[in-house]
């Protein structure tokens, strides 16, 4: 079945620091992909999305590119920053235009000033 | 704008016990779900309403676990009898209706379900 596998955390990074925080998908046809972030003590909420292939999704300085060939969605940002610290959940959705998604497990982010 | 509210925020049970969850979703917002998060892994669907009728609960326990929106409103989960395994966040999320497939959903912040 479909399926999104993202890299094991947590990732501690310094201020300003690069990010890359990986996503690869199992699917039938040709999903979209989300991702999702959640700050301490706040609910899930959508960071950005692609929805086909060569699409770049991009928010608050995050981007993530889609990539039909090596089934990829990862996450990148130049220069990370304290607030940024959450854990981020890479999505896709299946079943057609429904808004059913399958989550990874998350990846804790940890940034150190 | 309000966001999508649950309560309890924590829940302390014995197995066998009984425990119900409540969710108010984005006013307007016509499809709710409800997903469960087990530490370490990422959250799961276990039921989707759309108004008052369910779209899918084909990962429902149903054996224990219910759920209604009776107005397609509000929504309630209930779990009885709990075993261990049921500990988790027990996350309710919304989105707007047909139309707006646009995979933007409103996660409240969870109920974070013990069972001893």
């Known amino acids: 079945g479909d399926s999104v596998t993202q890299m094991e955390g947590p990732v501690t990074l310094s201020e300003e620091a690069f990010l890359t925080i990986n996503c690869t998908y199992t699917a039938t046809g040709y999903p979209s992909l989300f991702w999702y972030v959640q700050y301490p003590g706040e609910g899930l909420q959508l960071l950005l999305k692609a929805t086909k292939a060569d699409d770049k999704g991009s928010n608050k300085g995050f981007e993530a590119t889609y990539r039909k060939e090596t089934t990829s969605f990862h996450l990148e940002k130049g220069s990370v920053q304290v607030s940024d610290s959450a854990v981020y959940f890479c999505?896709?959705?299946?079943?057609?235009?429904?808004?059913?998604?399958?989550f990874g497990t998350g990846t804790l982010l940890a940034v150190q000033p | 704008e309000a966001g999508v509210a649950q309560s309890p925020r924590y829940k302390i049970i014995e197995k066998r016990q009984s425990v119900a969850f409540w969710c108010n979703p984005i006013?307007?917002?016509?499809?709710l779900y409800w997903y469960q998060q087990i530490l370490g892994q990422g959250p799961k669907l276990l039921i989707q309403f759309q108004n008052n009728g369910v779209v899918d609960d084909s990962q429902l326990p149903k054996d224990r676990f219910s759920a209604e929106r009776l107005k397609g409103v509000d929504s309630t989960l209930k779990i009885q009898p709990a075993k261990l395994e049921d500990s988790a966040v027990y996350l309710c999320?919304?989105?707007?209706?047909?139309?707006?497939?646009?995979?933007?959903?409103?996660f409240g912040e969870g109920s974070r379900l013990t069972v001893l």
């Open positions: 999505a896709l959705r299946y079943g057609g235009a429904t808004n059913k998604l399958i």
């Open positions: 006013s307007g917002h016509a499809t």
């Open positions: 999320a919304s989105s707007a209706g047909t139309g707006a497939n646009t995979g933007e959903l409103f």
